[in-house]
Each structure stands twice: as C-alpha cells, then as structure tokens.
C-alpha cells in the first residue's frame, strides 16, 4: 500500500492505494477518507473600487473560471460595444472580455491575479 495526500477543490484527501500484479483484478473499488484538516480556501480579495465604487446598470461577467492577466480599461473610460476591457486567462489560453454594448465603464470589480468563477462581475458599465 502506498499513502498519498491528493487535494480536490481545495479540500485534502488521504488516499492508500494498493499496488496489483500483473492480471490481477481488486476487489473493491478504492474509497477516499477526508483528511483530519480540510485544506481551508483562501480569501478572495476585496475587490478593487473605482469611479466612487458605484456599480453601473450593465454588468460585465465572466464567462468561465479564470485568472485576470491584464486590465485594459479604467474607470471613467468610454468603451465602444466589442472594444476589450480585460483578459482572462483560462486553460492557458488568453481570452479578451469585451463590453456587450457602449457605454463608460463605471466600476472594475477586480485586479490583476484575481481569480475568479463563472458569472462573477468583473466591471459595470453606465
């Protein structure tokens, strides 16, 4: 048996696993125990406001689980509809956030290395 600590969504695992010979067949399918101390989540950050913190009538939100690489509006600025506002980075590949419509930006909700999840706000727009 050999022992290993795996972590899933931010929680540990200890798991043993058996090793098998050539051509031999387990009995049981393995079952994993949670570790004594779960792997606590960090904190997401506050996030950043900007223009005053007020949240505009149109939100921006992330269409998948990512990293922010780069932002490439401010708060204030007048964006026209498609014009980039920031990158995502998601499964190595970088994909640009665009503004669903033109309009100024009113609020960035995040900064640079945030992480962030599906549907979450990343900027508004007035």
Same mark, same amino acid.
């Given at each position: 048996?050999?022992?290993?600590?795996?972590?899933?969504?931010?929680?540990?695992?200890?798991?043993?696993?058996?090793?098998?010979?050539?051509?031999?067949?387990?009995?049981?399918?393995?079952? !994993?125990? *949670?570790?004594?101390?779960?792997?606590? +989540?960090?904190? $997401?950050? #506050?996030?950043? /406001?900007?223009?005053? &913190?007020?949240?505009?009538?149109?939100?921006? !939100?992330? *269409?998948?689980?990512?990293?922010?690489? +780069?932002?490439? $509006?401010? #708060?204030?600025? /007048?964006?026209?509809? &498609?014009?980039?506002?920031?990158?995502?980075? !998601?499964?190595?590949?970088?994909?640009?956030?665009? +503004?669903?419509?033109?309009?100024?930006?009113?609020?960035?909700?995040?900064?640079?290395?945030?992480?962030?999840?599906?549907?979450?706000?990343?900027?508004?727009?007035?």
């Amino acid at each position: 048996m050999k022992n290993y600590r795996i972590t899933v969504n931010g929680i540990a695992y200890d798991v043993a696993v058996e090793e098998l010979g050539a051509g031999t067949v387990p009995a049981a399918a393995p079952v !994993a125990s *949670p570790a004594a101390t779960p792997v606590a +989540a960090p904190a $997401a950050p #506050a996030p950043a /406001a900007t223009a005053g &913190g007020a949240e505009g009538s149109v939100k921006i !939100a992330a *269409p998948m689980p990512g990293k922010i690489l +780069a932002i490439k $509006a401010n #708060a204030g600025q /007048a964006v026209k509809r &498609g014009e980039v506002v920031m990158i995502l980075e !998601a499964m190595k590949m970088e994909n640009e956030i665009t +503004a669903p419509e033109d309009g100024t930006i009113a609020n960035i909700n995040v900064a640079v290395g945030d992480s962030v999840e599906s549907g979450d706000t990343l900027a508004s727009l007035n």
